[in-house]
Each structure stands twice: as structure tokens, then as C-alpha cells.
């Protein structure tokens, strides 16, 4: 069965930094697809950081801003965001494919104030 758990969220000011991470059991992080995503009410989920394999692929709206990144030996993957603006403000969610498959966790609550 596969578990994903994000963590990490929170209150940051404008141009603050947080860095979300997400424990993955059940699969692998080392290989597939996998990344993060964003939702704020009313909006469809959408694509912030995603990787598949080594290659990373980003929303314009976060280029230069967020990192993707991954540990294979602690199967966990993180999203370090800098330079934090109100519209990022969002339910971040982790997410990782199995088979024809994604896989959610919970989501996190990242709040930018200004």
C-alpha cells in the first residue's frame, strides 16, 4: 500500500522561505513520476514542481523560486520555496505515480501573508 504524507507547511511573510517534505512508503522515489501540486478553492489542482526521472519541470509562475529535490535513501521528496508571494498561498499536496496511478497525500497548508 502506498503512503504518502506531506509536511512542512505553514505561516511565512512575503519573500520568506519554507520547505515542504513528503515521506513516501510503499514505493519509490528513486525512479517514475512524482512532484507537487497546488490547490486554492475554487481552482483546479494544478502543477507547481514535477519530475520524472532526472528531469524537473516547473510552472512558470515559481521558476527561479521553488526547488524540487529528492532523497533516494530517505525516500522522501521536498519542495524548497523562496521568495514566498501571497499568490502562493495554496494547499500543497505530494504526489507520486504508480503504474497508470497517482498517488496524493493530505495536502499541507502554505499561507503567505503580506
Known amino acids: 500500500q502506498v503512503q504518502v504524507v506531506e509536511s512542512g507547511g505553514g505561516l511565512v511573510q512575503v519573500g520568506g522561505s519554507l520547505k515542504l517534505s513528503c515521506a513516501v512508503s510503499g514505493s519509490s522515489v528513486s525512479s517514475g513520476y512524482m512532484g507537487w501540486y497546488r490547490q486554492t478553492p475554487g481552482k483546479q489542482r494544478e502543477a507547481v514542481a514535477v519530475?520524472?526521472?532526472?528531469?524537473?519541470n516547473y510552472a512558470d509562475s515559481v521558476k527561479g523560486r521553488f526547488t524540487i529535490s529528492r532523497d533516494n535513501a530517505k525516500n522522501m521528496l521536498f519542495l524548497q520555496m523562496n521568495s514566498l508571494k501571497p499568490e502562493d498561498t495554496a494547499v500543497y499536496y505530494c504526489t507520486i505515480r504508480t503504474g497508470v496511478t497517482l498517488r496524493w497525500g493530505q495536502g499541507t497548508q502554505v499561507t503567505v501573508s503580506s
Open positions: 519530475m520524472y526521472g532526472e528531469v524537473t
